[in-house]
């Protein structure tokens, strides 16, 4: 399966979310919201939040790279309701082990990008109340999984009803991991030889903050 670009996997990826809710009541009887993980996974939540007719937010979460790895996630944070949840890769960090003051550095400069992302996305607007909705978290694809699961473990916070994630692409063994940490996980494709989630898409420029701020905005309205 190949996408042209995040809008179109959203798109594709909405008609699978709505058709899982529909076959779960339990699910269906909650009134959706849609969260986005900035950046990449806002234009797909867009399209998702479109169809589905549900309020759309962002949910900001931050990579912890290795040092001197940084494309390699030994961890992620990620912010709701003003607090910060870690979620550690045990996988990554037997095979690179890291000294608590070096894990502790890249955590406090991720934390001040989390908090200014927060800020420059969502302004002064209160974060969508999510307590007791049917919850679903998007982003563009699953590689390890840290970021999504250190979104998943703060939005635990705020009460949903259910948490739905919703990729177009991921692991098969990330998307195994997460099912169990989560009501229901929605992934159009889990290639087999998986390396990177840009592989599906023939487009996959990264999204800017203004790209972002425009999604949130058009949501809105």
Do not use: W
Request: charged share 25%.
């Amino acid at each position: 399966m190949r996408f042209a670009d995040r809008a179109d996997a959203g798109y594709r990826l909405a008609t699978a979310v709505a058709e899982r809710l529909a076959d779960r009541p339990a699910l269906a009887r909650r009134p959706p919201v849609v969260l986005g993980l900035p950046r990449g996974g806002v234009p797909v939540a867009a399209e998702v939040a479109r169809q589905l007719g549900a309020p759309l937010d962002v949910l900001v979460v931050r990579k912890l790279g290795l040092p001197g790895q940084p494309e390699l996630a030994m961890g992620a944070i990620a912010g709701v309701a003003g607090d910060i949840e870690v979620v550690r890769n045990d996988a990554v960090l037997a095979q690179v082990p890291v000294g608590e003051e070096a894990f502790q550095h890249v955590y406090a400069a991720e934390v001040t990008e989390l908090r200014r992302r927060q800020s420059a996305y969502r302004g002064d607007r209160p974060p969508a109340a999510v307590a007791g909705c049917t919850t679903v978290v998007v982003d563009d694809g699953l590689a390890t999984g840290a970021t999504m699961r250190a979104a998943v473990a703060a939005l635990r916070h705020s009460s949903p009803a259910a948490v739905v994630v919703a990729v177009p692409v991921g692991s098969r063994d990330t998307c195994a991991r997460l099912a169990a940490e989560v009501d229901e996980v929605v992934c159009l494709t889990t290639p087999r030889g998986f390396i990177a989630v840009g592989q599906v898409y023939v487009d996959f420029s990264p999204t800017s903050d203004d790209e972002v701020r425009q999604a949130l905005a058009e949501a809105e309205r």
